[in-house]
Structures are given as structure tokens and as C-alpha cells.
């Protein structure tokens, strides 16, 4: 499954969240680390979802870059 992550830049790390998977979250000191780190949480979480019998809600948000005057 491909999985839209959202990645953001704060003051001196990185964050990551997973839309379509509400509590997955990573954080890191590089993009490269905040990435592999939210790919090891996405498949923690599904591990987890399915341990409980619950549901894996399928990949379902997207993304779009929208051009504005600044």
C-alpha cells in the first residue's frame, strides 16, 4: 500500500504524519530520518491494527502543490 505522509520542517527537526492513519507520527533530526522512521511507524501501526482485528483503512488522502502570489 502507498500511504500519502506529510512532512514538516520545524525550528531544528523534522515531523511526519500519516492522514489516513490517525496517531502514526514520526520525528527526526534530517528529512532521510524522519522518513525512514515514518515508514517504520506506518508498518508498526498496521502490525498493530491487525494484532487488535481491526480494520487497515486503505490509503485514501492525496496531494496537491497549490501556486499563490506571495
Do not use: W
Amino acid at each position: 500500500m502507498r500511504y500519502a505522509v506529510v512532512i514538516e520542517k520545524g525550528e531544528s527537526s523534522y515531523g511526519a504524519y500519516v492522514p489516513d492513519l490517525p496517531g502514526c507520527v514520526a520525528a527526526g533530526d534530517t528529512k532521510d530520518e524522519v522518513m525512514r522512521l515514518i515508514q517504520e511507524a506506518i508498518e508498526f501501526h498496521i502490525e498493530g491494527l491487525k494484532e487488535e482485528g481491526l480494520n487497515v483503512p486503505p490509503p485514501s488522502s492525496s496531494i496537491e502543490f497549490v501556486e499563490v502570489a506571495a
